[in-house]
């Protein structure tokens, strides 16, 4: 009787929790002319994590993925102390998906000097508006974050979301300003489908609040469906009023340039635009754009 080739594919994956193993890890690889393609997450992974590595996988690349809450990036105690924490399921699933190298450090492996910052960034407009000006020091613990990771993994390509718009663009200038060897890849946000963007927070949505919050999503398609039809700040007032009339506590719905990330008041055919939207459902803050 002739034998299946196999019953099971296995997938291994290599864990490393220290600064010196994966880097001499990855040493060891990129001297044998290997792609590295990065992945940075906070964990609780869900699909669109896994776009991501999936969108590195077409290189094709050793892929690296790693897994840090990152403490400095919070600007609010509560959050950080309630982000989910799922290691082991995140595990399993990063294995399913055939990820090569996960980094799972800890704090101190991250910040050995502390997690004071040496000097501030220079962020520029990115982080005076939206969640720039929402969540004041975000954009610094996200830049210190990175450029820290960045120099342990040393990757040849970067996968981030388009589902956190203004970090892609806060990431991009890290990039650039601290001159660092890296192409930086966008990857289209992964939704339910009720449109709601895939996030690790979605976890903590109640019930009732899981059923409403495809409406942030909503809003973004009729601020897209109405450009040239009406003006922006009579959509923006009735996304507005729907979404407070649903429970919802908006911090801004806004649309930019989707470059420069400049507020517009209006429609401007002219420009590639991006509507975004941050608003609370309970003491869970949601955030999405659609670029028009
Ligand atoms: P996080 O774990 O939330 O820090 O996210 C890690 C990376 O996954 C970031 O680059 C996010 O933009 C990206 N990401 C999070 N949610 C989604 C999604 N729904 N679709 C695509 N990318 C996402």
Do not use: W
């Not at 994966?22 to 040493?27: F, K, R, S, T, V």
């Not at 993925?65 to 950080?80: E, G, H, K, R, Y």
């Not at 398609?221 to 009023?241: A, H, L």
């Amino acid at each position: 009787m002739a034998l299946p080739l196999y019953d099971f594919i296995y997938f291994i994956m290599f864990i490393f929790k220290t600064v010196k193993d994966i880097a001499a890890y990855l040493d060891a690889q990129r001297a044998q002319g290997k792609i590295i393609a990065f992945v940075p997450t906070m964990g609780a992974l869900h699909k669109g994590h896994l776009s991501l590595l999936k969108a590195a996988q077409q290189v094709p690349a050793l892929t690296v993925c790693s897994i840090f809450v990152n403490p400095t990036q919070f600007n609010n105690a509560a959050d950080l102390e309630k982000y989910p924490r799922t290691t082991e399921q995140d595990i399993a699933l990063l294995t399913e998906a055939a990820c090569d190298v996960l980094f799972l450090p800890d704090v101190a492996e991250v910040y050995p000097d502390g997690r004071d910052i040496q000097e501030p960034y220079d962020l520029g407009y990115l982080e005076s508006v939206l969640e720039g000006a929402y969540r004041p020091g975000h954009f610094q613990g996200v830049a210190q974050v990175v450029e820290r990771l960045l120099r342990i993994v040393k990757p040849h390509k970067l996968y981030l979301g388009q589902k956190d718009f203004q970090q892609v663009a806060v990431l991009r200038r890290l990039i650039d300003i601290r001159h660092l060897d890296v192409t930086l890849e966008s990857v289209p946000t992964t939704r339910e489908p009720d449109g709601l963007a895939m996030s690790s927070r979605n976890r903590r949505l109640t019930e009732t609040q899981r059923s409403l919050a495809g409406l942030i999503y909503q809003c973004l398609v009729s601020i897209q469906s109405k450009k040239g039809m009406q003006s922006f700040s009579v959509v923006q007032k009735e996304c507005r009023e729907l979404l407070i009339h649903k429970g919802f506590r908006p911090d801004y719905i806004e649309l930019a340039d989707a470059a420069t990330l400049e507020l517009l008041p209006d429609y401007d055919p002219s420009r590639k635009m991006v509507a975004l939207i941050a608003a609370y459902i309970g003491e869970i803050r949601l955030i999405d754009n659609l670029v028009l």
